[in-house]
T-cell receptor, first 110, second 116 residues
Framework: RKEVEQDPGPFNVPEGATVAFNCTYS??????FFWYRQDCRKEPKLLMS???SGNEDGRFTAQLNRASQYISLLIRDSKLSDSATYLC???????????FGQGTTLQVKP | DTEVTQTPKHLVMGMTNKKSLKCEQH?????MYWYKQKAKKPPELMFVYSYEKLSINESVPSRFSPECPNSSLLNLHLHALQPEDSALYLC???????????????FGNGTRLTVT
């Protein structure tokens, strides 16, 4: 089983739709969690950190469920510019090792 | 604009060439990283420098040789590469070092390397 798992998609949604991605992790020592966005042939960019209480940044909401060991990203009112690959990243508390998920591809269509 | 700067953006080299990739950050970050990324895959960790010392080498072949001249600079020296080494090479930095905290990585634009 992979340490961090994401549904690779692609998720094809119309503009204005709400879409949610999940990411599961297997190591209970996981300490910190992030969502990154990567556009085609570009570097990953930090989208948001994920906090235990959940956090929101505009149209984006991130949630953490430690009991079930998953994090989620919700995008409301999707824009064409949201089309990208979304990478889930987990940092293990014991080693500080940073682990990437495989990424979920989102295509927002007009 | 990224605060981690990488040069060159693109590099084509033959299997007998020697070249270097360069990375610079002026955020005062204590850790710097080299990642390799192939198409449709997540970044794979190669090396980590913590406080200018090599702290992690993910069993990378010796044809890749990292160097950290000072806290702001990170180089990756390339020699006798293979075509399968063609990839996007990403430099990153973080405020805390692995094991000392959990600050996120900030990536540079990357160098797209093609080995012919």
């Amino acid at each position: 089983r992979k340490e961090v798992e994401q549904d690779p998609g692609p998720f094809n949604v119309p503009e204005g739709a709400t879409v949610a991605f999940n990411c599961t992790y297997s190591n209970s020592a996981s300490q910190s969690f992030f969502w990154y966005r990567q556009d085609c042939r570009k570097e990953p960019k930090l989208l948001m950190s994920v906090y235990s209480s959940g956090n929101e940044d505009g149209r984006f909401t991130a949630q953490l469920n430690r009991a079930s060991q998953y994090i989620s990203l919700l995008i409301r009112d999707s824009k064409l510019s949201d089309s990208a690959t979304y990478l889930c990243v987990v940092i293990l508390g014991n080693t500080g090792k940073l682990i990437f998920g495989q990424g979920t591809t989102l295509q927002v269509k007009p | 604009d990224t605060e981690v700067t990488q040069t060159p953006k693109h590099l084509v080299m033959g299997m007998t060439n020697k070249k270097s990739l360069k990375c610079e950050q002026h955020m005062g970050h204590r850790a710097m990283y080299w990642y390799k990324q192939k198409a449709k895959k997540p970044p794979e960790l190669m090396f980590v420098y913590s406080y200018e010392k090599l702290s992690i080498n993910e069993s990378v072949p010796s044809r890749f040789s990292p160097e950290c001249p000072n806290s702001s600079l990170l180089n990756l020296h390339l020699h006798a590469l293979q075509p399968e080494d063609s990839a996007l090479y990403l430099c990153a930095s973080s405020h805390t070092t692995p094991g000392q905290g959990s600050s996120p990585l900030h990536f540079g634009n990357g160098t797209r390397l093609t080995v012919t």
